[in-house]
C-alpha cells in the first residue's frame, strides 16, 4: 500500500523559507510522477509544483522563481524548497503521487503559515 509523508511545515515570517518532504513507501519511486499542492482556507486545492519520473518540473506562476521541487528517487522522497515566503502562501500543503497506471495518493497534509 503506497504511503506518503510529509513534513517540514511550520510558521514563518514573510521573506523566509522552509522545505518542505514527502517520503513515499509501496511503490517504485522512479516510476512515479509527483507534486506538491496546497489548500487556503475557503479556496480550493490548487497545484503548486509538479515533477515527473524523468525530472522535470512545472509550477505554478505565483510560486515561479521562489519554490523549488526536488526528488531523490534513493530516498523515495520528493522535496518543495520554498523561498521569500509571502503570507498569501500560507496554507495546508499536500504531496501527490500519480503511478504508471494513473492511481493518485494523497499525504496527510502539512501545514504552512507565513505572517507579514
Known amino acids: 500500500q503506497v504511503q506518503l509523508v510529509e513534513s517540514g511545515g511550520g510558521l514563518v515570517q514573510a521573506g523566509g523559507s522552509l522545505r518542505l518532504s514527502c517520503a513515499a513507501s509501496?511503490?517504485?519511486?522512479?516510476?512515479?510522477?509527483m507534486a506538491w499542492y496546497r489548500q487556503a482556507p475557503g479556496k480550493q486545492r490548487e497545484l503548486v509544483a509538479s515533477?515527473?519520473?524523468?525530472?522535470?518540473?512545472n509550477y505554478v506562476d505565483s510560486v515561479k522563481g521562489r519554490f523549488a521541487i526536488s526528488r531523490d528517487n534513493a530516498k523515495n522522497t520528493v522535496y518543495l524548497q520554498m523561498g521569500s515566503l509571502k503570507p498569501e502562501d500560507t496554507a495546508v500543503y499536500f504531496c501527490?503521487?500519480?503511478?504508471?497506471?494513473?492511481?493518485?495518493?494523497w499525504g496527510q497534509g502539512t501545514q504552512v503559515t507565513v505572517s507579514s
Open positions: 501527490h503521487l500519480e503511478t504508471l497506471a494513473a492511481i493518485h495518493y
Open positions: 515533477i515527473n519520473r524523468g525530472g522535470s518540473t
Open positions: 509501496g511503490t517504485i519511486f522512479r516510476f512515479v510522477d
